[in-house]
Nanobody, 115 residues
Framework: VQLVESGGNLVQPGGSLRLSCAASGFTFSIYRMSWYRQAPGKERELVADITSAGGSTNYADSVKGRFTISRDNAKRTVYLQMSSLKPEDTAVYYC?????????WGKGTLVTVSS
């Protein structure tokens, strides 16, 4: 199982970014996928997740209405569209998949929201 995140960058408050997570090594289309983040000095927290076919999503209260999770099973990729970014969104963002009870993580991509 391999998960590779990309798309992190420095962005001004109020800006937007789209993160991507490319998956390989497992049957991507049958698993729920999740985005987590970890800010400096804080615990890792769930940001959003999406069911295997994309029919149901779940968001942390802190990002509802600003972030959108989606997936393209043909491309084996899950996305996180982030808008109206705030300084408190600054974190390393990780994608995660639970395959057979084992949590697989990517290495993360850094998002910095600052003027």
């Amino acid at each position: 199982v391999q998960l590779v995140e990309s798309g992190g960058n420095l962005v001004q408050p109020g800006g937007s970014l789209r993160l991507s997570c490319a998956a390989s090594g497992f049957t991507f289309s049958i698993y729920r996928m999740s985005w987590y983040r970890q800010a400096p000095g804080k615990e890792r927290e769930l940001v959003a997740d999406i069911t295997s076919a994309g029919g149901s999503t779940n968001y942390a209260d802190s990002v509802k209405g600003r972030f959108t999770i989606s997936r393209d099973n043909a491309k084996r990729t899950v996305y996180l569209q982030m808008s109206s970014l705030k300084p408190e969104d600054t974190a390393v963002y990780y994608c995660m998949c639970d395959v057979g009870g084992i949590h697989y993580w990517g290495k993360g991509t850094l998002v910095t929201v600052s003027s």
